[in-house]
């Protein structure tokens, strides 16, 4: 029931705008796929080579802002990238995504039905679900600060000299918005003193380090003991860190829904369209979120899953903080040239 309700939070319109795993028929043997680093599986991906004959070559980025740049450069060579759900409406709307009618692959079946008709693709004819989670606060239990982080307020005025925050210009401003008041629903908003306010706060902000990149890694490590993450990235680290602490901030947190797709030029089309007909079969799909520590959304993945994962509140938000969660916010271009201006005037100061 709670992974009904939030599917169905992530389905909402939130923005001023707008089985069997038999493979697809190919046309040459290589696949370039474009990704997250460290989000897919590489024994699963040498799995889908031997089990199709396909060779994966892969390319990794670190926001949804050097996916986009890197795809609107003019960048042909990608069969394979994973947006988010506001970037997937983005390059929908650009026509930088190929429409691949995902809904009527082989195990286009297995979708969830709450998540067909998703406001970044109604129908599901450009992208297939791939992991999904939230974005807030981890602290290490051995980090005296842990107790008085509770929102994002405390979280950017705090004095901890150990904090870290990805590299991620809609997470940090988005979070940076909420800290000043402004509501999850709101997050569009074209108030330009709501902007100011959040990146006055910012600019007084000085974490220790800006990267999304080996954040996990600088948690376990001690570099870092809070971190503005992921939450998978909590539940990778539990196997060291048992009671890693995963803060839902009380000003709310985003919710978000990361897409396999294919952009516009393509050069491997129909690989492109094996390789997400064979992440939907929901024994491929519950490998990479054992893999990932983020739940999916393709029925039936559950019997494959690993129980660590379903029983870990950072992954499965508990029932009290849900009304907390909303979508992350794919906003107006005008709305987007502010949360652009906000992050880096303060990344500049740094």
Not at 81 to 88: E, H, K, L, S, V
Not at 316 to 342: F, G, H, K
């Amino acid at each position: 029931m709670l992974r009904s309700a939030l599917s169905a939070i992530l389905a909402l319109t939130m923005t001023a705008c707008g089985g069997s795993s038999d493979p697809v028929a190919t046309t040459s043997n290589e696949l370039h796929v474009f990704n997250w680093t460290d989000y897919i599986d590489p024994n699963e991906v040498k799995r889908f080579e031997n089990e199709t004959g396909i060779k994966v070559i892969l390319d990794v980025y670190d926001s949804n802002e050097t996916l986009l740049a890197k795809i609107q450069s003019g960048a042909t060579g990608y069969d394979i990238i994973f947006p988010a759900d506001y970037m997937a409406e983005q390059m929908r709307e650009l026509n930088l995504l190929e429409p691949i009618d995902v809904a009527k692959l082989p195990n286009g079946k297995n979708i969830m039905p709450s998540m067909m008709d998703v406001y970044w693709d109604p129908g599901r004819v450009y992208t297939a679900p791939y992991m999904y989670g939230t974005t807030a606060i981890a602290c290490n239990p051995i980090d005296t600060y842990c107790p008085t982080i509770k929102s994002w307020h405390d979280f950017f005025t705090t004095k901890d000299p150990k904090v870290s925050v990805l590299k991620d210009e809609m997470e940090v401003v988005s979070a940076a918005l909420r800290a000043v008041g402004v509501a999850g629903n709101d997050l569009c908003t074209t108030d330009k003193t709501k902007f100011q306010a959040a990146e006055d706060l910012l600019l007084g902000f000085k974490p220790a380090i800006i990267e999304s990149d080996g954040a996990t890694e600088r948690m376990l490590n001690g570099t870092n003991t809070l971190e503005h993450t992921w939450n998978g990235e909590v539940h990778r680290m539990r196997p060291q860190i048992p009671d890693m602490i995963y803060i839902y901030p009380t000003d709310g947190a985003n919710l978000w829904a990361d897409n396999i797709a294919v952009p516009v030029g393509a050069p491997h089309l129909e690989n492109a369209k094996t390789f997400i007909n064979w992440l939907m079969d929901p024994k491929n799909i519950a490998a990479e979120s054992n893999f990932t520590g983020y739940d999916n959304n393709i029925v039936g993945s559950d019997a494959f899953m690993d129980k660590s994962i379903r029983q870990d509140p950072a992954v499965i938000p508990p029932a009290d903080v849900v009304s907390r969660l909303s979508p992350a916010p794919n906003c107006p271009q005008e709305v987007r040239d502010m949360y652009t201006q906000v992050f880096t005037t303060w990344t500049s100061s740094q």
